[in-house]
């Protein structure tokens, strides 16, 4: 079974610009996450989808950032404009529906570093 | 790779010997909380998990305690290996949210 998959690797921007980051979950996982995980913390989650619908978008910083996942498959998450806070890693999870609470599972990240 | 834990506390310990990975935990609504291993340029990988229901559950040379009294966790690594090197970071979840907090995570370095 293939992982999630993200992309890119590694993006670096300088601030005021746009970056979007890419996430193919597990084939037929409901939920798919979004987490921002700046260097020395724990994955801070942004945004939790089911399906194409948001259930919580909490702690995303709307002013700046957007996330969608139009067809309930791949999701992409959009900063803009981007700022020197934003330098972290962006982690996408998936998790399929009806599973334990630790069928959780994480793509490599896309590290992302605003000059 | 990029290291994730540059300025994580760091355990060290020797090759062969027992670690002890400590997590105090923040909601006292949790009731379902799980270890994950964090390699360097890699995800968050799933160790061990615990309900509140049970204060003990072990694995393959992993152990988790949880004191729910106190909030806090541990996370007990038997004969340490090198290939046990990584971040680990504890993570909490509330009844039916699926939704999971992380913990700020301990760098665990294993000297030869």
């Known amino acids: 079974e293939a992982g999630v998959a993200q992309s890119p690797r590694y993006k670096i921007i300088e601030k005021r610009q746009s970056v979007a980051f890419w996430c193919n979950p597990i084939?037929?996982?409901?939920?798919l996450y979004w987490y921002q995980q700046i260097l020395g913390q724990g994955p801070k989650l942004l945004i939790q989808f089911q399906n194409n619908g948001v259930v919580d978008d909490s702690q995303l910083p709307k002013d700046r950032f957007s996330a969608e996942r139009l067809k309930g498959v791949d999701s992409t998450l959009k900063i803009q404009p981007a700022k020197l806070e934003d330098s972290a890693v962006y982690l996408c999870?998936?998790?399929?529906?009806?599973?334990?609470?630790?069928?959780?599972?994480f793509g490599p990240g896309t590290r992302l570093t605003v000059l | 790779g990029e290291s994730v834990g540059l300025h994580l506390p760091t355990l060290s310990v020797q090759e062969g010997d027992n670690s002890i990975i400590n997590c105090a935990y923040s909601?006292?609504?949790?009731?379902?909380f799980i270890w994950y291993k964090q390699e360097s340029g890699k995800g968050p990988q799933f160790i061990i998990d615990i309900r509140s229901n049970m204060d003990k559950r072990q694995g393959q040379r992993v152990t988790v305690l949880l004191n729910k009294t106190v909030k806090h966790l541990s996370l007990q690594i038997a004969a340490t290996q090198p290939g046990d090197s990584a971040v680990y970071f504890c993570a909490e979840n509330a009844s039916g949210t699926y939704k999971y907090i992380f913990g700020t995570g301990t760098r665990l370095k294993v000297l030869a």
């Open positions: 084939s037929g996982h409901a939920t």
């Open positions: 999870a998936s998790r399929r529906a009806g599973a334990t609470y630790n069928e959780q599972f």
């Open positions: 909601n006292s609504a949790s009731d379902y």
